[in-house]
C-alpha cells in the first residue's frame, strides 16, 4: 500500500469513528498493527479530529486486549448506571475511565514514538546501555523522561466534556478540567517502559 492510499484510509476511518460518535454510537479503537506501540500517524489524526474522552476506549501495542477490556467494562457500566447510583457517585468511575485513557494514549503514542525513542538515543550517546541502566543512570533518566512526558500527558482533555452515566433519560457530564499531577518513573532498570499515572480533576 502506498504512503497517498495509507493516509487517504486513515481519514477515511478516523472520519467514520467521527460520524459515529456524533451519531451517538459507542466506539473502542484498537491499534494492533505495530509492535509495542500505537501508529502515530493514527493517533495524531485522532487527536485532531475527535472528541477522545468519548471513545470506549483505545489501546496501540499490539493486542486488542487493553482496549476491549477496557470498553467493554466502560460499556457495562454506563449501561448500568441508571440503577442504584446517586450522581455524585458518577464521578469517580467516569474520572477513573478518563485517566486511564488517557494513559493508554500518552503510553502508547507519545511515549513510544517521541520519548522512548530520543531516551535511548540520548543513552547511547553516553556509552549507556538503554536495557541494563544503573542506579545512578536510573535516577538520571527518572528525571529525564519526567521532564519530557509530563507537559505532553497535560495536553490531553483538558476542556472536554465527560460522560458520567444516565438516569432516567438524562445524560450526566462533567467537564475535565485539567490534568493535576502525573506520576512518572521508570519501574526498572531500563527505558523499556514506564510507570505513567495521571490525575485529572473534574468540574
Do not use: C
Amino acid at each position: 500500500m502506498g504512503r497517498g492510499q495509507r493516509a487517504a484510509d486513515l481519514d477515511a476511518f478516523v472520519g467514520r469513528i467521527g460520524e459515529l460518535l456524533t451519531a451517538g454510537t459507542q466506539v473502542i479503537v484498537v491499534d494492533p498493527l505495530i509492535v509495542n506501540k500505537g501508529a502515530h500517524d493514527l493517533v495524531s489524526r485522532m487527536e485532531a479530529r475527535l472528541d477522545l474522552p468519548a471513545l470506549l476506549s483505545y489501546s496501540g501495542w499490539n493486542t486488542g486486549g487493553n482496549a476491549l477490556a477496557h470498553g467493554t467494562a466502560r460499556w457495562a457500566y454506563l449501561r448500568s448506571s441508571g440503577s442504584g447510583f446517586g450522581v455524585p457517585a458518577l464521578r469517580g468511575p467516569a474520572q477513573a475511565h478518563a485517566e486511564y485513557l488517557l494513559y493508554r494514549f500518552v503510553k502508547d503514542d507519545p511515549w513510544k514514538n517521541v520519548v522512548q525513542v530520543e531516551a535511548y538515543a540520548h543513552a547511547r550517546a553516553q556509552g549507556w546501555d538503554p536495557l541494563a541502566l544503573t542506579a545512578e543512570q536510573k535516577r538520571y533518566f527518572d528525571g529525564w523522561v519526567r521532564d519530557r512526558l509530563v507537559p505532553l500527558t497535560e495536553r490531553y482533555f483538558a476542556g472536554h466534556e465527560l460522560v458520567l452515566g444516565v438516569r432516567g433519560g438524562r445524560t450526566f457530564t462533567a467537564t475535565l478540567d485539567r490534568v493535576t499531577a502525573v506520576r512518572v518513573e521508570l519501574p526498572r532498570d531500563r527505558l523499556f517502559e514506564v510507570t505513567l499515572e495521571p490525575s485529572l480533576r473534574l468540574r
